[in-house]
């Protein structure tokens, strides 16, 4: 079957750092894929390359079969793709971020709503009854009429998932979600995450939680230094690992 | 010295004087509009991808907080009409309002245009990308994120800026915008008192100021709304 998402060779620099130095993978439709890595090893440049927040120095993305089609810069390095395209390849990929990046001036439903009514074109009323429901889904249906700052950060991080998928997307991303909570407030936000992975949700968590790592993914990419340096399924590559960087890494992590 | 503080003088003209407050108000309003949109205008050029505009926009700003309003009016109502007929060849003079409302809005515009701009740079960055990350156009977000936002943090400082045009409007009557201190002039030189027409005025202007910054505060626009 064909991968919902397949990146290849993908290179990412920073003036003249190299932040990611060939990264390939296959993504197939309901599948889980997590990726871990000190910081600094490329994971959210990664995952920010895919719904194309950063725009790749030279590769390749496709997405379901079609190749995203980066225009070219004079000098061979590739720009984004036309507005549109971009904003298409956008909508079908939800992302949620470490900082939540709820919109302080809109409530937690006016929050949700305004992707599907703005982009999606829904009228005021399906895109109410669609927030409604997803924001049922993550438990925070009471809380629809305030404002994100009267939440809780776990509160928040699960608006800011009812948000990414009120857009009913193909492939959700997690950047970090649970990073910057306190740590009573991770496992509301894992909840939700684990959830929607038993609901067949395709993901690609970019994440610092080993067990959910272990527990929820189908496949996991241990990247050092822009390369992945373990590719493998959960149960190899944290009982087996491979390379020996990655062996510590988990050491460190699994205690 | 009692003459100094007998109204009575100012109340008797009271109807000369109201028509000059309310083209007070006329100037104020329509620069105050030119200023506002001039001023997104201009910090939007500001902030363009491209040098050469965004330099061009950093100078439009500089030149108009440069300039004083006084020397503004004389220099509308005096030099660009003839500017204008010079390029055009049509031979024109600028309603006083006309040239009052361009000079103050002009000038205006270059504070408005930074006060957009710290509000609109004050917007964290995350909030763009998450618009973005759902498909978001750039214009869509502008609108819908960032502006909104920026409004809120900018709020105060446009109410004090807008404040200041309604005083500076005062500066009109010098291009002979019949205007409150236009009119104060002229009745005093008719009367021969000027000290009680000129203390009225000031009366005046305080009160109207006062109400104005107290329900600016009352409205809760003074400071930074929650959220």
Known sequence: MDALLRVVDLQKSFGDTPVLKGISFDLPKGTVLSIIGASGSGKSTLLRCVNLLEIPSAGEIHFRGAPVEFRKSHDGSLRLPAAAAANTLRRRIGMVFQQFNLWPHM???????????????????????????????????LFAGRYPARLSGGQQQRVAIARALAMEPDILLFDEA???????????????????AAEGTT????T???????????????????????????????????????????????? | MSETFDLSLFWEYRLVLWRGLEVNALVFVLSLVLGLVLGLVACLVRLAPWKGLARAGGAYVELCRATPEYVALIWFHNVAPFLV???????????????????????????????????????????VEAA???????????????????????????MSQSIGLLKTSTLVSVIAVPDIMYQVQMVSQQEMKAMPLYTGAAISFFVLIFVLTSLVERAGLGTRREA
Request: hydrophobic share 45%; aromatic share 8%.
């Open chain 1, 178 to 196: 649970t990073s910057s909570l306190d740590p009573e407030l991770t496992g509301e936000v894992l909840k939700v995450m684990r959830t929607l």
């Open chain 1, 208 to 255: 610092h939680e080993m067990a959910f790592a272990r527990d929820v993914s189908d496949r996991i990419l241990f990247l050092h230094d822009g390369a992945i340096e373990e590719d493998g399924p959960p149960a190899r590559v944290f009982a087996q690992p491979q390379s020996e960087r990655c062996r510590r890494f988990l050491t460190e992590f699994v205690r």
């Open chain 2, 132 to 158: 973005r990350a759902l498909g978001m156009g750039s214009m869509l977000t502008f609108v819908r994120i960032v502006l909104p936002q920026a409004f809120r943090t900018m709020t105060p400082e446009l």
């Open chain 1, 107 to 141: 409530t937690v439903e006016g929050n949700v709503m305004e992707a599907p009514r703005r982009v999606a074109g829904l009228t005021k009323a399906e895109a109410r009854d669609k927030a409604r429901a997803y924001l049922d889904k993550v438990g925070l249906l």
């Open chain 1, 203 to 206: 993901m690609i968590v970019v």
């Open chain 2, 85 to 127: 007929g010079w390029a055009t060849g049509i031979r024109i003079n600028f309603n006083p309002i006309v040239s009052a409302t361009l000079a103050l809005g002009i000038v205006a515009s270059g504070y408005f245009a930074e006060s957009f701009r710290a509000g609109i740079q004050a917007v964290p960055r995350g909030h």
